[in-house]
């Protein structure tokens, strides 16, 4: 038996490519949103993953520290790796900031990271060139993203770090590329202030008569000292031993330290669940859109090829066609153009993503999810098209 | 009376109700036999295309009755159940416009029929080459209908018609975009195959190029049927 469908199709192979085009490029940026998504939610696993912590121990009652600001003790490691089950803790800190490449500035998360070595936690956990930071200071490690090379020089405030190590995806949660530096350089650089400031600040603190007490003239200095320096942390990121579970561990910490201890389910929930939900809802609601977008072009083409056809329907029901064979010719061609659609738009979505700012992940599991959707709105959208088709008068080709 | 061919009894259809109620046919009274070419003749208006429809089973005639080839499709309100399946193995359609698929060749055109018809493709193929050479366009079947000039896609149409054999063709108008020569020739061909396959068929026409070759007319005005014998021979009595 003829297939009808296509048959029409070669016939106006023309008409139907290009319609296939067009509705594949609406699909391609239908299955980047989807992977814009996916990028989000992936970056904030990524944290996650290469942090290679077990727990987090952040600020009380503070949801840090990612999604809020957090400060801990730098001492406080100590007394937190004596609680039984603590195999590794580290001290870590996160600032978020531009820094300047040459004459331009990369927007980076900078991760101030403990004194030890490859597997301590903080620590990037690969590198794709260099070596891991030896020194106390100066040094950093840095995502492949940032364009920075080996032996690159970077300004992190008034100082000057030099690139000894390049990493490979590691970024933050809203998918800035990461620089390790060592942890002193890094709170020094959370809270250092330019000359004139500081400058300012002494004079301040001098002149200041509650610090000016009668044989104490270091008071002020002292105070100075301690107005400069940062000994907090973000966090600290502890790895467990495995014989202990999570909560054996957590519990004393939270419990003797005064402090909210988080484990991997419950960072990953406050990241995907809350960093990123606002993110998540609107593109949702952009990913609905270009569904219905997609539903009503598909209906209007299919619609308006079948008005095409009225005659030749028409001949076909009075020739004694089936009106199933009929409507299969419609719903073929309505499938036909959302597997052209869709193949074009993969296509397009895999090759776009790349060219995005931020992370694209494409996975099958969104394609094999998008052809499905694809095939329902294609025969959704066919329904139009058939009730009009059946509703013709075989008498129309008699005239 | 035989019932093979084209029976029609006393054939009313009434369009709308009331006051407002329209009779496009009247008592129409007509039989058609197996193997003879008849032309049905009316100005505009007149239920020409009303009377083809209710033989072409596509409408519902008010009261009377309808026989093609033995089976009552029609009798004063019953009508038979499966329509579609008699127009597609008993009846044959030709249109005044060709009205090919144009997305299918000549063949497939004609072929398109017995393959409904559940005929395996290659023997509606072969069927419909052997009625595409038949009407001496066989060097054209693979040619898509906007390649094909106003006569060859009129005799691809006459082909589809034929191509299951059905026992009765309605032809409305088939050469009316034709010139004389071609006229004459599309109605040589129904009147071949009409004695080669047994087929009644109804050639509704205003061709007057092409009356004085039927031997039998009716003339229709106001939903009524008058017989008049070919070769100007009139019959006095009305067919009702």
Known sequence: MINLAVRDILHNWGKFIFTGIGLGLLIGVTLTMAGVYRGLVDDGRVLIDTSGADLWVVQQDTLGPYAEPSSVPDDLWRSVRTIPGVAQAANVTYLTMQVRKEDEDVRVMVAGIAAGGPGTPGWPPHLVAGRQITRSHYEAVADIATGFRLGDRLKIRRNHYTVVGLTRRMVSSSGDPMVFIPLKDAQEAQFLKDNDAILMQRRRTRANPTFSFPGKPDLPDAIITLQTANNYVNAILIRIRPEFTLEEVAEPIRRWKRLTVYDRVQMEDILVGKLIATSAEQIGLFLIILAIVSAAIVAFIIYTLTMDKIREIAVLKLIGTRNRTIAGMILQQSLMLGVIGFVVGKISATFAAPLFPKYVLLIPIDSMLGFLAVLVICILSSIVAIRMALKIDPAEAIG | ?240
């Open chain 2, 1 to 240: 009376m035989s019932n093979r061919g084209i029976r029609i009894e006393n054939l009313s259809k009434r369009f709308g109700k009331g006051e407002a109620a329209v009779f496009a046919l009247k008592n129409v009274n007509m039989q058609v036999a197996p193997g003879e070419v008849v032309g049905l003749i009316g100005p505009s208006g007149s239920g020409k295309s009303t009377l083809l429809k209710c033989l072409g089973a596509v409408i519902d005639p008010t009261s009377g009755r309808t026989t093609l080839d033995n089976e009552t499709i029609f009798d004063n309100g019953w009508k038979l159940r499966d329509l579609r399946a008699l127009r597609r193995d008993k009846i044959g359609f030709v249109f005044q416009a060709p009205y090919l698929i144009p997305f299918l060749d000549a063949t497939d055109n004609v072929a398109l029929l017995p393959m409904l018809a559940g005929v395996s493709d290659d023997e509606a193929r072969k069927r419909a080459l052997e009625l595409l050479a038949a009407l001496d366009v066989q060097h054209r079947a693979r040619a898509m209908p906007a390649q094909l000039s106003g006569g060859e896609q009129q005799r691809v149409a006459i082909a589809r018609g034929l191509v299951n054999r059905p026992p009765v063709i309605l032809a409305d108008e088939p050469t009316a975009p034709l010139d004389s020569q071609r006229a004459l020739a599309v109605i040589r061909i129904l009147n071949t195959m009409a004695r080669q396959f047994e087929t009644a068929i109804i050639v509704v026409t205003h061709d007057e190029k092409i009356i004085p070759t039927f031997k039998r007319i009716y003339h229709i005005r106001d939903g009524v049927t008058h017989e008049e014998a070919g070769e100007g021979r009139s019959t006095d009595s009305p067919s009702h």
